[in-house]
């Protein structure tokens, strides 16, 4: 028999006979390739993937929707209305197999920031073949970083200054601070003849993100890229932030005013203001207001 009458065979007892009681009596007249090709297409049909349902969103409590996804329900709901106005991730059904929901595309790629999964293991989760959970996961990226990220990742007008500057200031009262700013290394596979570049003290492989953000956690300033070998100073004396800081002075940022506050491995400025350094002979008023700096930046 070919391939295709066992596959049909395997379809017929599958729908109408106990299967494993037909192939014992019928295991007589097929070969014994024959008998395995039939019984791979019976435990073919008899594995169910886990059945995804646009319900999934309401079915989750506030905390595991959180836990699974990184973010609250509202802020899923507000990003949804947020990558709603690109099209590209919005498809017509036009006829044979249904494209995947919108809906379904943001969770397949919230999923796979989050979870750490194989994109296999995320295709079981969401019924979505592997080479389709690659192509969702590659289009939304796109689209966040193209589309999305200069729109919501921007430096702070003089006005919105003084509402940033008031929610550091309620943390330790240090005044003027409208950024912390830090490092942060994401872990990736790098090409075997560069595993050096990318190895960092850790001894890991990875990729460095230097962010810049409010006291309630908003980005407004990022620079992705370097490799993880890089320190700290030098990622930061490459970035778009000291860049403009060289050639237009401190008033374009911060209006003569203001400042960010980093750690140790960042050079002290007029406008980034770093804790003192400890080598065991710190006065207590230095130690004191390490502490206090240490609570100010902590949202980094």
């Not at 969103?57 to 959180?66: E, G, Q, V």
């Not at 990729?207 to 409010?214: D, G, L, P, S, Y």
């Not at 320190?231 to 050639?247: G, L, P, T």
Request: net charge neutral; charged share 20%; proline share 3%.
């Amino acid at each position: 028999m070919d391939e295709v009458t066992i596959s049909c065979l395997g379809l017929l007892l599958q729908e109408f006979f106990n299967p494993a009681e037909v192939i014992d009596s019928i295991d007589f007249c097929l070969t014994n390739e024959d008998y395995d090709l039939l019984l791979i297409n019976l435990i073919r049909e008899t594995h169910f993937r886990s059945i995804w349902s646009e319900d999934w969103i309401n079915k989750f409590t506030a905390r595991d929707f959180h836990k699974l996804f990184r973010m609250t329900q509202d802020t899923y709901g507000n990003l949804l209305t947020a990558l709603s106005v690109n099209s590209e991730l919005i498809k017509p059904y036009t006829g044979g197999n249904k494209p995947v929901s919108f809906h379904k595309k943001v969770l397949i790629s919230l999923w796979y920031y989050g979870r750490e999964m194989s994109m296999h293991a995320i295709g079981n989760q969401f019924d979505t073949a592997t080479s389709t959970v690659y192509n969702i996961v590659q289009e939304v990226t796109d689209c966040l970083c193209n589309s999305m990220a200069k729109k919501f990742i921007t430096w702070p007008n003089i006005k919105e200054c003084t509402i940033i500057e008031e929610g550091f200031r309620v943390r330790a009262n240090f005044p003027n601070v409208i950024g912390a700013i830090d490092g942060c290394h994401i872990s990736v596979k790098v090409p075997s003849l560069e595993q050096d570049s990318y190895t960092n003290r850790k001894m890991t492989k990875s990729i460095i993100v230097q962010a810049i953000c409010t006291s309630n956690k908003i980005f407004t300033n990022i620079c992705v890229g370097y490799p993880g070998r890089v320190h700290d100073a030098r990622v930061f004396k490459n970035s778009e932030i000291f860049s403009i800081m060289q050639n237009e002075g401190p008033s374009s940022l911060f209006y003569d005013k203001y400042y960010l506050l980093g750690d140790s491995a960042y050079p002290n400025l007029s406008w980034l203001i770093t804790p003192y350094k400890n080598y065991g002979n710190l006065s207590a008023r230095k130690r004191k207001w390490n502490y206090f700096h240490s609570q100010t930046r902590v949202d980094i």
